[in-house]
């Protein structure tokens, strides 16, 4: 039995989401279907067992309607195989930026591929020298969920505090040259970035 997100994979997390937020199923039919997920069973299995038995199966289960916690990032990941460096944010390519950024609009159900853009195998750079899409696959079947989380949210908080900056710096300049409809929409925008901050 996984009984901790750092025994979940990225894949499995997606699976677990899907069943939480299914808002067609009762809490016993998603208890079920998380029981059987993490026991590695079809929920016949898990129907078919004695209630003695399944009651700390879903105790355990019921655990993974609590988020998982974002782990703190590394310089280097161990992950099926591959030895993944983090690229630091002075040695981001603007493909990696680019990537990142569109990958980062549906976070949810792109972390792998957004994994794959900060974590390059040692001595190669980024899409280059190996096979990307091996790499997505791996990250999605054998990382775990805080790991994940950690990296991707460490990069977002990064990439918004970019953008703050470059807002700010926008502000000013067209206060300085008196373009107030543009200096509003600039306001605005570092308004709903600092609050995005606040939220991470």
């Given amino acids: 039995m996984k009984e901790a997100w ?29 029981a059987a997920l993490l026991q590695g069973v079809d929920e016949d ?24 916690q974002k782990a703190r990032p590394k310089k280097v990941y161990q992950v099926a195989g591959w030895t993944l460096c983090l ?12 990537d990142f950024q569109n990958y980062g ?11 794959s853009v900060v974590l390059v195998p040692k001595g190669k750079t980024y899409n280059e020298g ?23 949210f460490f990069f977002r908080r990064k990439w918004l505090k970019s953008m703050r900056r470059t807002l700010n710096f926008l502000v000013g300049w067209t206060t300085l040259k008196g373009h107030k409809e ?5 306001m605005k925008l570092q308004r709903e970035v600092s609050d995005m901050l606040h939220s991470l």
């Fill in 105 to 115: 609009k549906d976070m949810d159900n792109h972390l792998a591929d957004m994994l």
């Fill in 130 to 152: 190996y096979d990307i899409d091996k790499l997505k696959v791996d990250l999605g079947a054998c990382m775990s969920v805080p790991e994940a989380l950690g990296v991707c």
């Fill in 6 to 34: 750092n025994y979940i994979s990225l894949d499995e997390f997606a699976k677990i989401r899907a069943i939480v937020n299914d808002s067609g199923r009762s809490s016993e039919e998603k208890q079920i279907s998380l």
């Fill in 87 to 98: 690229t630091e944010g002075k040695d981001i390519s603007v493909a990696q930026w680019v």
């Fill in 182 to 186: 543009l200096r509003k929409k600039a």
């Fill in 45 to 68: 299995t898990i129907l078919n067992l004695p209630l003695a038995q399944v009651q700390p199966i879903f105790a355990r289960a019921m655990e993974l309607n609590e988020p998982p």
